[in-house]
């Protein structure tokens, strides 16, 4: 297992490869455009991360260009349906249709980008799984697992990126069998570009999770500015603010959060300030 402080750039294109190949069979995969993987905190499975925050797979297809937004299940993640007595169905437990969060949107260039993340409930068996590999295959997305018997027991995560008409581009994406809960300062998070896919950026894009306890994630930029971002308050924030900490419905390890850096800059570091 490679060391969890080995630094970004000490990974070549051919190592992140190797690590992607099983996850990113027949799906469409960009250079990957991402500067950093960014960590914080207590020691993290270094392999996962290479996997989920150090690429970026363009979504295939129509499908993946047009995922809904209206009507999204999961805009307040904090809301949690009622319990429903005796085993709860594959349809109750979202192993089919995911639960879905926005985290931010906004306009660049004259073309609206969004974020948003999908979770998707753990298939009990293979018939289960069977059908939440295929209904994630006709959504353009590929879970970190060689094959769909690999989902059963495993809860599965997406985090999106869509500019405009083009194809929408996976930002951080796992299959676990349990979320690990962040505490304290644990950041995980990548940078992507906000427009486009170029592997020499600008990488403008911050999208990320924290504990829940977190108040407060700053994004340094190059130019030595910076963003802050922060949970929003009771009344929920305008989806056209790019720099806030959300719930995401689902999601049990953390909130989410976004940092979009100005036109003309890029990410320097991200670190929870409170």
């Known amino acids: 297992m490679m060391s969890v402080n080995r630094e970004n750039h000490d990974m070549t294109q051919t190592d992140i490869g190797l690590l992607l190949a099983d996850a990113a069979d027949e799906v469409e995969i960009g250079i990957a455009p991402v500067q950093a ?9 270094a392999r996962r991360w290479a996997v989920a925050a150090a690429t970026t797979l363009v979504l295939a297809g129509s499908t993946g260009a047009t995922l809904a937004f ?15 007595s005796g085993p709860a169905s594959a349809e109750q437990r979202h192993v089919y249709d995911p639960q879905q969060t926005e985290l931010a949107r906004g306009t660049e260039h004259g073309k609206e980008w969004r974020v948003w993340v999908q979770v998707w409930g753990a298939p009990r068996d293979a018939r289960e799984a069977g059908r939440q590999f295929d209904a994630m295959r006709q959504m353009g997305l590929r879970p970190a697992v060689d094959k769909a018997a690999g989902l059963v027991g495993k809860t599965s995560y997406f985090s999106v990126r869509s500019y405009g ?3 929408s581009v996976v930002v951080m994406f796992d299959t676990v069998e349990r979320i690990d809960r962040l505490s304290g300062t644990d950041l995980q998070a990548a940078a992507v570009n906000l427009e486009g896919i170029d592997p020499k950026g600008p990488f403008r894009l911050v999208v990320g999770h ?3 306890s977190a108040r407060e994630v700053t994004c340094r930029w190059k130019d ?9 308050g009771p009344i929920p924030a305008a989806h056209d603010s790019s720099s ?31």
């Open 165 to 167: 008409d083009d194809p």
């Open 244 to 274: 806030l900490i959300r719930p995401v419905a689902g999601y049990p390890g953390g909130n989410w959060f976004v940092c979009v850096a100005p036109e003309g800059t890029a990410l320097k570091e991200a670190k929870v300030t409170k």
């Open 70 to 84: 209206a009507g999204l299940p999961g805009e307040h993640g904090d809301r949690e349906a009622p319990m429903a």
């Open 210 to 212: 924290v504990a829940k």
């Open 224 to 232: 030595g500015r910076s963003t802050a971002a922060r949970p929003e």
């Open 37 to 45: 993987v960014i960590r914080g905190g207590r020691r993290r499975r």
